[in-house]
């Protein structure tokens, strides 16, 4: 993620606990087939680590030099890490802001009369209704959806990863940066998440 400032300075699930996602699609499925789903027709979401933005490591590189690159954790079932430099804070025309969602899937057991859905498929389903063009070539199945504005040095990029039971969403919003090494930064973000949440 080297070089991201120069020397010059420069979607629908909300809050929801991937478990609880589960259910409710489970729900829906149960009351489809006329039987509704019991608790144990779920397998629970896993749990992540307690310190898992703090183990993403040293984003300086995303930031302007004088921000302090330090994330703000939230959340216990699907954990958000946060950090942000406003423009009014720096000395010279830059800003950035950072936000990593990672979350873990469950499943629903088979019923009677209908399959079951691992956690890997739940999180593909949700992996699938994101916005933004596949790309090839990736070890992890992977969506970029990036927007510029004032002559292409300010970018907003949102990356989505999924692996197995985890999708990872790293939203990036900064400027002056290319397009290029936006998009570089938040891939590089995104597959060190799907990593450590592992």
């Known amino acids: 993620m080297a070089g991201v400032w120069g ?100 499943g629903k057991v088979a019923g009677e009369g209908e399959p079951p859905f691992r956690p890997d498929q739940v999180a593909r389903k949700a992996f699938d209704r994101e916005k933004g063009t596949l790309v090839r070539d990736r070890p992890y199945s992977t969506r970029i959806d990036s927007h510029g504005r004032t002559g292409g040095e300010d970018w907003k990029v949102s990356v989505v990863v999924q692996r197995d039971d985890l999708v990872v969403q790293v939203d990036y919003e900064a400027h002056p940066v290319t397009r290029e090494k936006a998009e570089g930064a938040a891939l590089v973000l995104a597959d060190r998440a799907i990593w450590e949440a592992k």
């Open 7 to 106: 020397r010059a300075g420069g979607v629908v699930r909300g809050t929801l606990i991937a478990s609880a996602i589960a259910l409710v699609a489970g729900l829906g499925i149960g009351f489809a087939a006329g039987e509704p789903v019991r608790a144990d027709d779920v397998v629970p979401a896993r749990k992540l680590p307690a310190d898992l933005c703090e183990r993403l490591g040293d984003i300086s590189a995303m930031l302007p030099e004088n921000a302090s690159p330090v994330f703000a954790q939230t959340g216990t079932g699907e954990v958000r890490c946060r950090a942000l430099a406003e423009e009014s804070s720096q000395k010279t025309y830059t800003a950035a802001a950072i936000t990593v969602r990672i979350t873990p899937y469950g």
